[in-house]
Each structure stands twice: as C-alpha cells, then as structure tokens.
C-alpha cells in the first residue's frame, strides 16, 4: 500500500532511508537545511517542503531522523515545527537517537495535539571484538 510519508533529516542515515521509501514507490515529502540532499531525492520523484509544519499537513506518516535533542525540539515545536501542522491521526515516527526525557516531553505535546509519535532510534552499526 502507498502511503504519503514526509521525512525530515537526510543525513547519512536519513537520505538513504528517504530513498529506499521512495524506491518503493510511496509519495515522498522531504524537508532538509541540505539542499544538495533534498535536490537529489526530488529528482528522484519527491516533493521539497520548505517547512516541518507543512511536510505534517501533506503526510500520513512523517519520519525524522536529527542529530540533536536541541534540533529534535526545533523541527517538532519550534515556529513552522510539526506541531503547528499536526492533525488528528497524523503518525510521527522519531529515529533519532536522543535522550528519553526530551522524547516523552515531546511525544506529550504530539500526543495532546491529537497525532501518535513513536520513539525509533536508530544507532550506527559498530565492530565487535
């Protein structure tokens, strides 16, 4: 089944996520400070969303993948941040790898807005000795 996904934070880890969803043949939204990423995964066939808040009114489901608490909090509550563009049964999905107590918060006031966040974190594979 298709789905419209937004994804926010095209990284290293991010930007082949995106892509792979794209592959798949879902209706993507990208927003991304790199424009070098979000120009590829346009040419690609998804749709450049200058804000978080906009790329929560064109999905069903929105991925974000950042680096920092600091820019977690950002892209979800600041001025033009998911938040502001949340709706009923929109699904956040969060795969970066913060501390819990920045999630909960988060995922409290995403709750209260009436959409369901998922705490995802992904980690860098590592070496075993």
Known sequence: MK?????????AMGK???QNLLKAGHE???CDINTKATIELQNGGAH?????RDVAKAADVV???????????????GE??????????????DS?????DTTRRIG????????KMIDAPVGEEYERD
Request: glycine share 12%; aromatic share 6%.
């Open 108 to 115: 409290l006031q995403v709750e209260a807005a009436g959409a």
């Open 28 to 30: 993507m939204y990208v």
């Open 48 to 52: 450049v969303i200058d804000f978080p």
């Open 96 to 100: 970066s790898t913060i501390d819990p």
């Open 63 to 77: 991925m974000t993948m950042l680096a920092t608490p600091k820019e977690v909090e950002q892209v979800y509550l």
């Open 16 to 18: 082949p996520m995106a």
């Open 80 to 93: 033009t941040g998911l938040l502001s563009g949340v709706r009923e049964g929109l699904v956040l999905i």
């Open 3 to 11: 789905r419209r996904i937004g994804f926010i934070g095209l990284g």
